[in-house]
C-alpha cells in the first residue's frame, strides 16, 4: 500500500527543514580540518580470480585523516583516464566483498565503493571503525553523538565521502573532471551531502535516499533506522530541540538546496522505511537540472535493477566512459 | 539460533527418502521426449551499456520442445571455447534483468542464467510461463500436479534444467566437455538433479540446496516453500501417500545417489527456510567426490559472498577458464 | 479500527474504474465459445449418511468446456421444482465437502456450490484444476496470466460461474426461472459478474465482495490477496498500465454498471481484506435495485451468520421457496 | 511443523496427573448439589425460516439451578424418539446463531448444542453469564476462581454440561438410552468429562480435546488458552502448588480414566494450542473402549469435515437415528 | 510516528460523547448505595524489612461494601496529619509488591494505592476478587456486564475509588482535607471519575487517561484494551446501541465536564493503545484548573519518571506535605 | 512454555566455556592501569522534593580514568556508616531519574547506581558516553571491539564496575566493609564480574544474569542482545574464533569459577532472552556459597518484586543495615 500522502500531495509537498545560520561555515571549517590533516592512499592489487574487472584494496585518508577502506574496481584493459564512479552504501552495510558489485567497471567506469564507519555488520560487511564518542544512544548510529552537531557521526561519515572523491580524483587512472557520486538509501543520502560540498563534481545519483526531511520523517514512520531518533527521545524527553538542531546539519534537504550539478532520483511510494514524502521534499529542495523515477509498487527496494539500469543510462550520458 | 539437530547429529543423520523403482526410467522417459520436442535455440544481443561482458537473450527448447529464456553473459573479446557455468536460481525469482549477476562472466565464464517457467515475480523478475495443469493448489508451485508424478510441476523444471546444458553445449563459444551447474537454494536442487541426469558435466555446485528429504523437511520446518506441502495436506488430508510418491521423484536425495561428479555443497545452521537436515540429507547420500562449507551462523543466506568465492575457487580448478 | 475511509467519506465515494472500450464485446464472445464448446453435466449421488439433504457430485462443462465440479444439495422429499441457490467461494477454497454448507438445501432451495478451478487448497478442498498458461507470477491466482485479458485466471473462472447457472437451469429439480447467485469475498465477486452476464436471474447475494476497484484498491491495503497485484509490479515495474488494463475487465464495479437484478451487498469497516471503499465502489456503481448492510465492527468474516440470515430473508422473499 | 513430541514418542507417552484423593467425592457433591436446585426446561419455537430442521430456544438449569441457554435443533417430520447428539463447543464461543450448525440434524438426531457461561463473544456468539466470583485472574476463564477447586469456573461449566444430558432426556422427541456427547477442543474437554460423570452414554467423541494433562501443557506451549496458566503463575509465583491442585480436579486425563463407554478421539500433530502429547494422554488414559484419527499435517482446525464425516460414521453405528 | 491526529488537529478536537440524562442520578444511587451497605477498614502492619517507609495492609469497604485491598504508605516517623495520595493502577494490574511504589511515601505523602477488583494478574499482582456477572464476554474486563449500566464493571471499580478516598479520609494518619487522585491509564481513567464523584479532594492527576471518548476510541485502534468493545460487537453485532449507552456512563469525558479541582494531564503522541486525541478529548471537556505534558516521542510508556517528576511537584505544590 | 533443556537436564548442564591462559593477567593489567588514570569522584545533591531519601548525583573515574555518572542514594537522617549496594543495570538502560528505584536506600543501604557507558537510551536514561572505537559492529554493544578483547567494549564497562566499587568504599556515608553488589539480567553479568574482581566483597547478587557461556547462548537463542554475535558472525563468516576468544575473557562462567563470596541466582524457566542453561552454567560454576531461585513461569523478568524481597532478606542477613 502507498505508505505516505497521496501522489498528488507528494507533488505539492514542501519541507520545513531550515538550515542553521552557520550551517555552510560549519562544514567548510569541518572539510578544511580533514583535509589539513593529511593522510595517504594506498592501492592494493587484490587476487580474485576475476578476467574482466582488476580489483583493488584501497585505504584514503578521511575525517580526522583516519584510515577509511574502499574498493577500486577497474576495467581491466582499460586505457586512458577513465571516468569514474564513487558510490556510498545503504545503512548496516560496508563495502562487501570485492566479488561483488561489478556493474560499474563492467560499463567501463573506475568505480570506488566507500566503506561505512562503524557499520558493515548487516547486509554486508566493513573493515572500517568509527572514532568518535559513542555517547548514550540508542543501537545503531543515527544518535550516536547527537547531542552537538560536532560530535555527531554523520560529521564524521559525510566529510569521509568527501574525501573519498578527492582520493579518487588523485588517481591516475582517472579523470578528475569527470566524476560522480552514487547510492542508494544511506547511500543516497551521502550523495546528496557529497553533491553539495564538493566541487565541480559531474553528477549524482541517489535512490530513494534517506537521511531527508528529519522533522516529518520522524512523526510518520515507526521503522528503523528512521525510528531511532524517536526512540532516543522517548528516553531523553528533554532533547527534542538539541536533537532537531543538530540533525539540520545533516539533513539532505539542506544540502539539495546547495547542489548544482546534475542529478537522479527514485522514489517508491510503498517504501515503509524511507516515507516518500521526505524524498520529494529532497527533490523539491535540489536547485540543479534534476529527473525523479516513481516506483508506484515499490517498497525500499525501489527500482533495484531497473534503478541501476536508469542510472547506467544517465552516468553513460554524462560521463562518456 | 541453530534451527535443527545438533552438528554432532547432523553429521549423523541419513535420510530416510527411498526412490521408488521406476526413478530412472521415469527421468530417462521424459528426458528422452523432451528431446524428441526438438525446437531451436536463439540467442540475440542485448544491448546493455556494458563495456567488458556481451549478453544475449536466449531462447530455448526445455520440457515439451516448450520456449524457455535465459540470459547468456560473456565475457568480452574472449578468444576460443569457453568453459561454462549454467545457473538455476531460487523459489520465487526469473532470470532477472541482463545487468545482474556479472560474476561468473566476470571471471572468464560463458553463464547462462536460466528463467524458471512460471515464478519470477518475486525477488527477481522472470520471463517463461508454465505450461502445466495447476491443479487444485496452495500458492506457489510446490503442489502444482502434485497428484501425479507426470504431472508435476518440478518434473517440467527439471527437464528445462537439463535441456539447458543441452542448449549452453551446442553454442559456438562453449566449450562442451567444460560445462558445470550451479544453484542456491531452489537452484541448489535443480543443481543435484542435473548432476544426475545429464551425463559427462564437470562439476556441480549446489549452495543450501532446496528440494531435498521431503519426508523430515516436512515436518520440521513451518517456513515456506517447504510448507506449501504441509499447507496441500491440511486441506486434502487423504492424499499425504500420494504427494509422498509425488515427491520421491524429484527428492534431491535420490538424484544425490546417482551423481558422480565432484560437487560442492553449503550449508547454513541457523537456516529457518531450508533445515540444515535436509542439506546434509543431500551431502551424505552424494555419490561422488564431494565438499562441504558449513555456515554456523548464517541464516538462508547462507555463505553469500563467501560461498561464490568458494566457488568461483572450486569451478577454477575444474574448468580452467 | 476502521481501515478505510470515515463512514461520510465512504458514502460519498465513487471508484474511477473505467470499463475498455470492448468490455460487453469481450465478454460476449468469451461465453459464445464457452457454450459452443459444449459438454455435459453429470450427476451423482453421494452416500453422506444424512437424512434431510440428498447431495450430488456435480460436473459441468465451464470455460472451454472443460469439466467443473460442484456439490447439488436437495432438500430430501422436495416436490415441484425448486427454486436455486448458485454458491460461489471465497479466495484459496474449493467446493469443500459433501456434509459441509448444509443451510441453502435446509432452506428449501436447490443448492449448487461450485468449484473454484486451480485454488481449493487452503480454508477449504476443492476438486477442479486450472487449465490457462500460468505465466511468470505471483504465487496465487490473482497475476496468472495477467499479461493479457484473454489469459487472465479470472476470464476462466467468471465463464465457470455463468456456465454453472447454465448447468443449473438445466436440472429437472430446478426452475430455471427461479435462480439466484450467492457468495462472500471473492465469491460476491464472482456474483457481481453473474448478476451481469446471466440473463434473468432473480438476485444476487455479494457480501464483502472482492475483486471490486483494483485502482484504488492495490495502492490502499498491504493484505492478501489484492496484495499480489502490487507484488507482481514491484517485480514486473514496467507492467502497470497493461496488469490495470486486463483488470478493468472483471473489476466487479464494471459489471455492477450493468447488472439490473435486485442485489444484497454487505460491507465491514474494520475489514482489512477488502477495503470498505471497493465495497462501497461497487455499491454506489451497481444499477438495480439494491441494499447494503454495514457492519460497523467487524473484518472480513463480516456479518457472518447474520449476513446468512438477512440473506435468506432477502432470497426467500424474491425466490419462494 | 510438528509441535510436540515425535511420533514414536506420542504414542508411548503417558501423562504424570494424578487425581487427588476426593475427586470422585467432589464431582458427587457438585451433582448432588446441582440436582438439587432444581429448576425447569424451557422449550421455545425459533422462527428460522428452514424447510427441513426446526430449531428451539432451550433453557435448561444448570451448575446451581442458573438458567443455561441452548438450541437445541430436529429433523422436520420425524417420527418416535430420536438419539440425541449433546454438542459442547470450544473456547471463546457459545452456542452461536439458529441457523449455523445444521448437520447432527440433518443427519437424523436431536441435536442439544449447550451454550458457554461467560464466554460466546469471540468466534461464535453466547447468551448465558457466568456467575461465579472473578478474583485476580488472567483475561479469560482458565484462572477464573483457580484458587480454589470449589471457586473454579470448570466446576460449574462441567456441571452444565452433566445437567444439559439430563435435559435433553427429559425431551418427549428423545430416546434417554441413546446419547452421546461430542465436542471439539474445549467441547473435547468437556465431553470427556460428561463421559466419565453422566451415567449410561452412549458414546463420546472429543476432538483435539483441550483441558487435558495440564502438568505437561503449561511448559510445552505458548499459546493461549493454556498460556493463561503460565501467565497467572509469572504473575502470582508463589500458587504453583494451589494452581495445579485445583487443574487436576478437572484435567481430561483425570475424566478419561474413569470413563467406560465408547469414544472417538481426533489429534493433529501441527497443532500449536493444543499440544499433541495432551491429546495422546487422555486417549492413553481413556478406560473404554476408543478410537483415535491422527492428522499429521493439520493444526488445531484437526479434522475438520472430515472429523465430522467419521463422527457421524462413529455416531449413526452406535446410536441408529 | 504519530499515531492519531496531527497535533494541530488534536488541540482543535472535541468529543462527541455525551452524557445519559440520568448520568448524576445514576452515580449518586451507586454510591449512596454503596455507603449504606457499610464496612469497615482495617490496617495490617507489614514486615517488609524497609527502614525508611512503613507499609500496611488495607482492607476498605467497596462497591456492595465489598473488602478492597490496598497498600498504605507512610514516610516512618512522620508527625502529624499527612496529606494523602491515592493511587490507582493500569489495566490488567493490581496494588503489586508491598515493597514496590515507594515514591509517594518517599516524597512525604500517606499513599494508599488501591487495588483493582478481579484484575491484578498482568503486570502487577492482585488480590481482590470482583463480585459481579460475567455475563457473555470478551476476555478482559472491558465488556464485564456491559449488556445494562447497573451490572457494568466499571460501575463496581469507580465506585471502589472513590470509597477508598473515604477510607483514606477517615485514618487517624491523614488530614482529609488534603488528599490528592493520581493515575496512570486506566488509573488515569479511574482518577478523572473520582474527580468529579468525590467532593472537595484537592487535585488530580491523569497521566495518559484511557477510558476517555469511546465513541472515537473504538474504531481509531486495534490495540487493546479499547478494542475488546470491537471484538464484543463484532460477535454481537445487534448491540451497538446497548454497549455504547453503557459505555457513557463510565467515559471520563463525562466526569471531566463535572470535575472542578486543579488536573495535572498527559498525553503520549505516539502512544497506540491511549490514542491521543481521547486524552486531548477529556483534557479539553475538563472543567477545572488543567494542565497538560505532551510528550512527542513517547508510546504509552508516556513521560515515565518525567510525568512523576512533574506530578510531584504539582502535588507538592498543592497538598503541601 | 520452557524455552531450554528440560528441569532435570538443566541441574545436570555443566558449560564448555573456558578461560584463556592469560585471563587472570589480563583482568590485573587492566584494573592496575585503570587505577593508575587516577581521577576524583564528585558528589554533588540533587533537588528531588524526596523527604525521606537523599540523592546524589556522582561522578566517578571509571576505565582510563573516564568520567562515570551514578546516583548516590541515602537514606536521610541516618547516623554513622552504611553498608552500601552497589548496582548494575540491564541491556539498553543507564542509571535513569534521580526518583526512581528508591528501594535501596529506602531498606537503610547507601545505594550506589552506576550509569552504563554509552547504552542509557532504551527503556532507561543514561548520561555517560563510551570512548572505545566502535568498529564494524552490530548495532548495540555486544559486537563493539570484538575484534580483540583489548578493545572490547565489556573491558571497559566491568572496569567501570570495579571502580565504582572502589568509588563507594571511599566514601565518608559507607564502611567500606559491608558492600555488596547486584544488578539483573546484564547487571547481573556485571555484578558476577565485580564479584571475582574486587576483592572483599560481603555479597553478589545476580538475578538471570546475562553474559554467561556465550559458546552455548549464541546458538540456542535467536533473541536480542545475544543475537547480536550471531549476526556479527553471519556478516563475518570467518571471525568465528576470534570473536569466542574476546568473549572467553568476559564470560560469567569464567568470573563465577574465581569468586568466592557469598551470591544470591534467579533463573526463569520461560526466559526466551537469556536461556535458562546459561545461567545454571554460571550458577554451577560459582565457587562460592551459594542460592538460586527458580521461577518456573516467568519470563526474562523473572521474579520481579519477589527476586526484590529475597535479595533484601538475603542482603539484610549478611550487611546488617
Not at 592489487?45 to 574496481?73: C, K, M, N, Q, S
Not at 514512520?221 to 522517548?234: K, V
Not at 544540502?255 to 527533490?283: C, E, G, K, N, Q
Request: charged letters at 20%.
Amino acid at each position: 500500500m502507498h505508505t505516505d500522502l497521496s501522489e498528488e500531495a507528494l507533488r505539492a509537498y514542501r519541507s520545513a527543514q531550515q538550515a542553521p545560520a552557520d550551517f555552510d561555515a560549519f562544514w567548510q571549517l569541518t572539510l578544511q580540518e580533514a583535509r589539513a590533516a593529511g593522510g595517504t592512499v594506498t592501492v592494493e592489487p587484490v587476487d580474485t580470480g576475476l578476467a574482466t574487472v582488476d580489483v583493488h584494496d584501497v585505504t584514503f585518508p578521511g575525517y580526522g585523516g583516519e584510515p577509511i577502506r574502499a574498493w577500486l574496481r577497474l576495467p581491466r584493459g582499460a586505457r586512458g583516464p577513465l571516468p569514474a564512479v564513487v558510490q556510498y552504501v545503504g545503512y548496516g552495510g560496508g563495502r562487501g566483498h570485492a566479488l561483488e558489485n561489478l556493474l560499474w567497471a563492467s560499463a567501463g567506469f573506475a568505480h570506488l565503493q566507500m566503506d561505512t564507519r562503524g557499520q558493515g555488520s548487516g547486509w554486508s560487511r566493513g573493515d572500517t571503525p568509527d572514532s568518535g564518542p559513542a555517547g548514550p544512544q540508542v543501537p545503531g548510529v543515527l544518535t550516536r553523538g547527537i547531542g552537538a552537531p560536532h560530535d555527531y557521526y554523520y560529521r564524521r561519515l559525510f566529510t569521509d565521502a568527501v574525501r573519498a572523491v578527492d582520493a579518487v580524483r588523485g588517481l591516475p587512472q582517472v579523470d578528475p573532471a569527470r566524476v560522480a557520486v552514487l547510492g542508494q538509501s544511506q547511500g543516497g543520502g551521502i550523495a546528496l551531502a557529497a553533491a553539495a560540498l564538493v566541487p565541480e563534481l559531474t553528477a549524482a545519483v541517489a535512490h530513494v535516499p534517506f537521511l531527508c526531511d528529519f522533522p516529518r520523517a520522524v512523526v510518520v514512520t515507526d521503522a528503523h533506522p528512521f525510528r531511532e531518533i524517536a526512540d532516543y527521545l522517548a528516553a531523553h524527553r528533554r532533547s527534542e530541540q538539541t536533537v532537531h538542531r543538530t540533525l539540520a546539519y545533516i539533513d539532505g534537504v539542506n544540502f539539495a538546496r546547495r547542489a548544482r550539478i546534475p542529478a537522479r532520483f527514485s522514489v517508491a511510494l510503498m517504501d515503509a522505511v524511507v516515507p516518500p514524502s521526505t524524498v520529494y521534499a529532497a527533490y523539491h529542495a535540489y536547485a540543479g537540472p534534476k529527473e525523479l523515477d516513481v516506483w508506484r509498487y515499490s517498497g525500499h527496494e525501489a527500482g533495484g535493477p531497473d534503478d541501476d539500469e536508469a542510472a547506467l543510462r544517465f552516468l553513460r550520458e554524462r560521463l562518456r566512459p
